[in-house]
């Protein structure tokens, strides 16, 4: 036994009160007085275990997933849960056992089968989510190594990837029910069939040095927490922990606490009436009452402290106290003790339903809380927190608590002098966060749960989020209902319905209640009982969250489908059931997602390139490995870096006072504006022009600029140095929010470029081209404006960078940015240090998408200039909240157009369009953004008239930036849009339409006159017809709908076009070096572009194998960097294969041909590669070479509009299947197929990752991900500021939005003579294709309507949000919510006058205010 492990056991036997013993990867830790407030996984990366990666730090992304067990004393048995280490204090994991993902495999030894299987089936892009998702499979398999298809989906719930779209990993999990181990299934994923085979075995874990260790310690078996308390005080702060290990004890120390706060309140009152006395001398005031707080899953208190910046004295964790951690049945329900956490009450009811049966109805309460547990949080999240926690955070859209109202459950309280009381949940929540719990004499004790009653008694829960998984609820309710039979008619005998988010606390629905008491249950009790709802839950045009409208109509379709359900559970007769649609029941349909991917196999061309090579880091990716910049380890006498950001949207900052930050132990520097002067640099900078500020010298000009730099020891440090900053600010106006703001101000930057055809001689304007045709018979006029949001970029890695300065002045950048040359350039101008001493390096990032082209050359810059002013290594890394806040977005465009399409023969005739695009305070790439939208704007069609004009907004908002697609989105959408109205005005199939304006034989030049390979496009229109079973699968979807009036399918197909080349020619140029080594013929490649998940090192290691003739393994890639290669464009418009395969093929050939030369003139055949290489050696053949490529023949005149700006197009098409429920807005897509170009794929596996990928994003954009800045449409967020900051407000797809049936194929006997050994691009085109979804959606609410008689057109703006499907859907109940508001305010005053309700009352619920989620 090692020292070490002695040394734990001793402790372990008798351990001091400050310590805390746990095992990390088998490896015993003692950790004496860690920081109350230190997380796990600040401890884990700080051994060195960087494999857990950080990438939110607030539950909502999963990338910090570890496994952590502990020894249940109870009953004798091991408990594993997937947990988030960003969440759990370090101090709560006492006697656990943590395994990360270093522990279950490395490369160097053995991969886990799921590391190896997530690898080999391409489930790992950038890498930076991988571990988080390997670890909650390995912790699903190890608890159940025979799990069903919805149990991975379940367990895989708190991951989030922005890369591969997810289908991959699920393909990968999918092994794992597959009696063919480790290959990919093709079974029924029938479960049951392999149970005798064992496929996931008891192993062991490793250490960091590769030893290997039991998986589950010994020792910690003999360890039982429950015998000592653990007292931790820092010494610094004396901020407290303390796990007291009886209930007498807990109620003990708060009853010492609450005697030291009256003591310190008295006399705070003594001195304060001392000091009013004349001649005082005034004595200060003692410290301020000390806060404690009970903290369990810390899931809501971290969010407290993190991000309101709240500080408490102490905290108590009361999970060892045997009264608080027990769920004890009687025959009448649970009582469930307050710290069970939410994943054991999972396993708990459904053992108990397992035990009873589901249909006994003694279940019911339990199965809805179930239903309800099923989309609350995450795994993790639920494996961590507590009922308790849950209940008395009383957030007003907690999920479960308005079903413990309507269910009638008791809330059991105890005092401090043990006393104990029962408080029924619906008298329990009060206000705002505050509950019938005194905070400082009381403890909730438990919660009991009654079972159903009868037969006759049954009970749902409903939620509506933006998003089905991990995320908080818009609206929810809980609802019970008594039935009896009177006279053989169902009367209702009582009715429960409690609601979340549409009150500043749960609230029941209490005049509706009493009015259905007793009253039939019938289709007229639910009309009349409609205004009573509506009384009951009013809710302000202000009030947080917005959603006004809908969050009403939503409680109105939760009462009515909990009415439909009531009537179908009734209906004894099964004829008579069939008169309830059920469709308003049951939910969405989803069934594990499948998936085929199609290619052509035979292509191959050399040694490597054509095949489906994984990603070269994936091993590394899935074992935590990979190294991303927070992973260099800490440099010695390094400091850390914490922006100071302006808070005002347009302000002068007249003082900031760093005073009270500087007294802080551990800060170090703070720099600004004067900073730069000093160092000789220019403080102005810009991605193309210089039109910003580095550091804010007098006026801000939007939130999240930077104002200075805190410089502190340690991070910890510089964020509370920054909280202590106090800015002064004198505002400014005008402040221009949105492009409506804009427009009225004529705020607008850049050139207003604009690209017009005209086909029409007899007229010589557009304006007369419309005034003519738009009386003509022929034609008809379409015209409106279309919005479409922005996006966040959501990369799981943040902006990060390292600053090391060296010798005379050089600096050393290694970040996180996808634009090396550009953060030299910029670093060199601000620091004044000339850029042949700058050195930017970038090993990998874990995701970029265009978010960081530009502005982390920014950050970079403001941390070097920390660096030389300390000649210290400088580190930042942003936080996820202040990375999203600060660093831009997809920019959000309007479009307003007019257009001519002939009637008879279908085909467009004319279109005018000015887009506008919210640029935000600086040009950064808008001008070019908005030049892709021009450019990109015909899509497909041919347009013979056509005037595109694009505006660019200068507002007050963070700087708008690159991002995947560039610009091509927004245009390509605002066309689609047109066409969809288009074909709604001639009531023809937009399918049809799309495919009779598609370019053709006779027409196939752009707007600005390219030529459009139009054969290829048909090609794939066709394939996507019949690949999509289009014509049989229609007929079907109408079927569907005739009969189920509240879910509507619908389904559209849509091309893509999308143009190569960075619409700056002079970009368009790449550099390579390549070495090959003489002792074992090795080839050592270094490009200009960087790794970010696409791919692109491993297409370029493909294509310098193949021109060498080498095997792959014998090519490695070398980080990218300025000291290589220099003067790189950033990695980006898709085109870094094309631009660094050619040159390194372009290198590769160099060195082939004298390679070649030299054998000749040898006139040897040497036998292998690797005495060729050596004898090449010897005889002085000059081994490396430099490659270099510029693509040909680009130009492009906006003065003209005219021009060939792409070298070539890639094409794709996809038809999407979805399905809506109307009542709630929420959606499904059942199928998704894609026919793509991508030429002679170099890589197959990767181009299908990348479609799969991007497609998914654009479901995102086109879909879910909404952003939400203070503006007139959002006046309950401060102005200018960003709402959507983190995970828990911003949603990207996650697991279970990827298509149910997701087929891609690769367009076969394609090659592209232009690009890299016949390709073509594809990181961007796909994302496009997601708005098939949007459009599928559309047409799905187009048939809702019908239904209800609606038949005008409707412009859906995007993105489609439940919000915008549930309230264009309009139907009976949305409408009494949808007249425009203040007209609306009027309607419902009356309604409510009606209902005689007071003027006082009418007026608090006018106003009533709450805060939209427990967290903002
Ligand atoms: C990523 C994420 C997703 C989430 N999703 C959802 C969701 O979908 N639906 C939803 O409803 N909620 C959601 N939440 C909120 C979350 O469920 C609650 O924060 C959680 O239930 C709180 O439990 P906890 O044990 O972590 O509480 P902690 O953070 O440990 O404590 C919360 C509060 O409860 C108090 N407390 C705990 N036990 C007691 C006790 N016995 N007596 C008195 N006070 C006590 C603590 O002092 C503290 O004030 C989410 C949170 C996160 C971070
Ligand atoms: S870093 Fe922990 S969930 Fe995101
Ligand atoms: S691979 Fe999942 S986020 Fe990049």
């Not at 391409?122 to 670890?135: E, H």
């Not at 066309?975 to 005005?985: K, L, N, P």
């Not at 690949?1027 to 893509?1056: G, L």
């Not at 390679?1155 to 490396?1184: K, P």
Request: glycine share 6%; charged share 20%.
């Amino acid at each position: 036994m090692s020292t070490r492990q002695e040394h734990q056991k001793t402790m372990i036997k008798n351990p001091p009160s400050n310590t805390i013993h746990f095992y990390v990867n088998g490896e015993a830790h003692t950790v004496a007085n860690p920081h109350p407030d230190a997380s796990l996984i600040e401890y884990l990366r700080s051994t060195g275990l960087t494999g857990t990666k950080l990438g939110c730090n607030e539950g909502g992304c999963g990338a910090c997933t570890i496994m952590l067990s502990h020894y249940d004393h109870d009953n004798k048995k091991i408990v594993n849960r997937s947990v988030n280490a960003c969440l759990a204090p370090l101090c709560s994991v006492d006697a656990c056992a943590i395994i990360t993902v270093e522990g279950i495999g490395n490369t160097k030894g053995m991969l886990h089968m799921v590391q190896e299987r997530v690898a080999n089936f391409n489930g790992s892009q950038c890498g930076f989510c991988t571990p988080g998702i390997i670890m909650s499979l390995y912790t699903l398999l190890r608890n159940n190594p025979y799990p069903t298809e919805h149990e991975i989906e379940h367990s895989l719930d708190g991951n989030l990837c922005r890369c591969t779209g997810y289908r991959p990993i699920l393909s990968a999990a999918k092994t794992f029910i597959c009696p063919s181990s480790g290959k990919p299934c093709n079974c029924s994923g029938d479960s049951k069939h392999n149970k005798d085979e064992p496929q996931f075995e008891d192993g062991d874990v490793f250490d960091l040095r590769g030893k290997k260790h039991p998986l589950f310690p010994a020792a910690l078996k003999q360890y039982d927490p429950r015998s000592r308390d653990v007292i931790i005080e820092n010494e610094q702060d004396g901020i407290k922990w303390y796990r007291p290990n009886s209930l007498e004890k807990l109620l003990e120390y708060k009853r010492e606490v609450l005697e030291q706060n009256m003591n310190t309140i008295l006399d705070n009152e003594r001195v304060q009436e001392n000091n009013k006395q004349p001649g005082a001398i005034r004595s200060p005031l003692r410290a301020l009452p000390v806060q404690i707080r009970m903290i369990v899953g810390n899931s809501e208190v971290a969010i407290e402290t993190r991000q309101k910046a709240q500080v408490y004295q102490s905290y108590v964790q009361p999970t060892t106290i045997p009264e608080l951690c027990a769920i004890k049945p009687s025959q009448e329900g649970i009582e469930v003790g307050a710290s069970v956490t939410l994943g054991k009450l999972t396993d708990y009811l459904q053992e108990e339903i397992r035990k009873v049966g589901k249909d006994h109805y003694s279940m019911r309460a339990y199965i809805s809380i179930l239903d309800q547990l099923r989309y609350f949080a995450s795994t993790p999240i639920r494996n961590a927190c507590s009922l308790g926690g849950n209940i008395m955070t009383a957030s007003p859209i907690s999920d479960l608590n308005p079903l413990w109202v309507a269910l009638g459950c008791t809330a059991n309280i105890l005092d401090i002098d043990n006393n104990s009381r029962t408080v029924p949940m619906d008298q329990f929540f009060l206000s705002y966060r505050t509950v019938a719990v005194d905070p400082h004499r009381e403890i909730l004790h438990s919660l009991f749960i009654p079972k159903t009653q009868s037969a006759m008694e049954f009970a749902r829960p409903y939620k509506q989020a933006r998003r089905r998984e991990d995320d908080i609820a818009i609206v929810n309710a809980g609802m019970k209902a008594v039935l009896t039979t009177v006279d053989s008619q169902t009367m209702i005998e009582s009715f429960h319905m409690a609601f979340g988010g549409m009150a500043v606390c749960t609230i029941s629905a209490k005049r509706t209640q009493d009015f259905l008491r007793n009253k039939p249950l019938t289709d007229d009790t639910f009309q009349q009982a409609i205004p009573f709802l509506i009384q009951d839950l009013p809710l302000s045009q202000e009030a947080p969250g917005g959603m006004i409208e809908y969050r009403r109509s939503l409680t109105l379709s939760f009462f009515f489908k909990f009415f439909q359900y009531l009537k179908f559970e009734t209906i004894i007769d099964p004829h008579h059931q069939k008169q309830v649609d059920t469709s308003a029941i049951t939910p969405l349909h989803r069934t594990y997602p499948t998936g085929t991917q199609d290619w052509d196999k035979t292509n191959i061309r050399g040694t490597s390139v054509g095949k489906d090579e994984k990603h070269m880091s994936a091993h590394l990716q899935v074992t935590g490995e990979a190294k991303y910049l927070d992973d260099v380890p800490k440099q010695s006498n390094e400091v850390h870096a914490c922006f100071v950001l302006s808070q005002k949207p347009h302000a002068k900052v007249t003082n900031v006072d760093i005073s009270v930050a500087k007294t802080i132990p551990g800060f170090v520097y703070y720099a600004d504006h004067t900073d730069v002067e000093a160092l000789g640099g220019s403080n102005r900078v810009g991605a193309i022009i210089h039109d910003e500020d580095l550091f804010v010298t007098d006026k801000c000009t939007s939130v999240g600029q930077i104002i200075g730099v805190v410089c502190a020891t340690s991070l910890r440090i510089a964020r509370q140095c920054v909280k202590l900053i106090r800015i002064e600010y004198e505002e400014l106006s005008p402040v221009i929010l949105s492009i409506k703001d804009a427009i009225e101000h004529s705020s607008y930057q850049g050139d207003n470029h604009h690209v017009t055809r005209f086909a029409q001689p007899d007229v010589t304007t557009m304006d007369e081209l419309f005034t003519k045709y738009t009386n003509d018979p022929d034609h008809v006029l379409v015209e409106g404006d279309f919005f479409m949001g922005g996006q966040e970029h959501f990369y799981l890695e943040g902006h990060a960078c390292l600053v090391i300065p060296g010798e005379q002045d050089e600096l050393t950048v290694i970040s996180s940015t996808q634009a090396l040359t550009h953060t030299q350039c910029c670093v060199s101008e601000v620091t004044n240090v000339p850029t042949h001493k700058i050195v930017c390096k970038a090993k990998r990032i874990g995701g970029g998408f265009g978010g960081k082209e530009t502005r982390g050359m920014l950050y970079a810059a403001a941390a070097s200039v920390c660096a030389r002013r300390l000649n210290q290594p400088v580190r930042l890394v942003l936080d996820r909240d202040v990375d999203m806040g600060m660093s831009g977005q997809r920019h959000p465009f309007m479009t307003k157009y007019r257009s001519l399409i002939n009637k008879k023969d279908k085909k467009i005739f004319a279109i005018q369009v000015t887009m506008y695009s919210n640029a935000g305070f600086s040009l950064d790439l808008s001008q070019s953004v908005m030049d892709r939208s021009i450019l990109s704007f015909d899509n497909c069609y041919h347009v013979p008239n056509v005037d595109v004009i694009g505006k660019v907004c200068l507002t007050n908002l963070p700087s708008h930036t690159a991002f995947r697609g560039f610009g091509g989105p927004q245009g390509m959408m605002a066309m689609e849009h047109i066409i969809e109205h288009m074909s709604f005005a001639l009531d023809v199939d937009p399918i049809a339409l799309r495919r009779a304006n598609l370019y053709d034989e006779s027409n196939h030049f752009t707007p600005y006159g390219q030529i459009v390979d139009y054969e290829r496009l048909h090609r794939l229109w066709d394939q996507i017809m019949i690949k999509s079973d289009h014509q049989n699968r229609m007929e079907s979807i109408q079927q569907y709908n005739s009969s189920n009036r509240f879910k509507k399918k619908a389904m559209c197909m849509v091309p893509t076009k999308f143009g190569i080349s960075f619409t700056a020619s002079f970009l368009n140029q790449g550099g390579a070096l390549v070495h090959i080594y003489h002792s074992d013929g090795t080839v050592l490649v270094s490009h200009g572009g960087v790794e970010m998940g696409q791919g692109l090192h491993t297409k370029v290691a493909q294509v310098a194998a193949s021109v060498l003739g080498v095997p792959l393994h014998k090519v490695f890639i070398a980080e990218t960097s300025t000291d290589k290669v220099p003067n790189t464009s950033a990695t980006a418009a898709s085109v870094g294969s094309d631009l660094y395969g050619m040159a390194v093929q372009n290198a590769c050939e160099q060195l082939k041909s004298r390679l070649d030369r030299f054998q000749s003139s040898r006139n040897v055949n040497y036998a292998s590669w690797e005495e060729l290489i050596d004898a090449a050696y010897h005889y002085t053949v000059n081994l490396s070479a430099q490659g270099f490529y510029k693509t040909p023949d680009l130009h492009l005149n906006w003065d003209k509009g005219r021009g060939t700006p792409f070298s070539y197009y890639t094409y794709g098409t996809a038809c999407s299947e979805i399905e809506i429920d109307t009542l709630t807005g929420d959606f499904n897509i059942l199928r998704t197929d894609i026919v793509m170009d991508v030429g002679d794929s170099i890589n197959p596996a990767i181009d299908i990752g990348q479609i799969e990928g991007a497609f998914t994003q654009g479901v995102g954009l086109f879909t879910i991900e909404e952003l939400i800045w203070g503006d007139a449409d959002h006046k309950w967020v401060r102005p200018g500021h960003y709402f959507t900051r983190g995970p828990g407000a911003y949603k990207i797809p996650s697991f279970n939005d990827v298509p149910v049936e997701f087929n891609v194929h690769l367009l076969k006997n394609a090659p592209n003579a232009l690009a890299v050994y016949r390709s073509k691009a594809i990181g961007e085109p796909p994302l496009f294709l997601g708005c098939t979804v949007f459009y599928g959606i559309k047409h799905a609410i187009q048939a809702a309507r019908r239904d209800h008689g609606v038949n005008e057109y409707f412009c859906l703006d995007s993105p489609a949000t439940p919000e915008r499907i549930r309230m264009t859907c309009c139907d009976d109940l949305t409408k009494r919510f949808t007249a425009n508001w203040p007209m609306k305010n009027q309607l419902i005053d009356d309604r409510l006058r009606d209902l005689d309700v007071s003027d006082q009352e009418l007026d608090n619920m006018k106003h009533v205010q709450y805060r939209a989620n427990g967290s903002y």
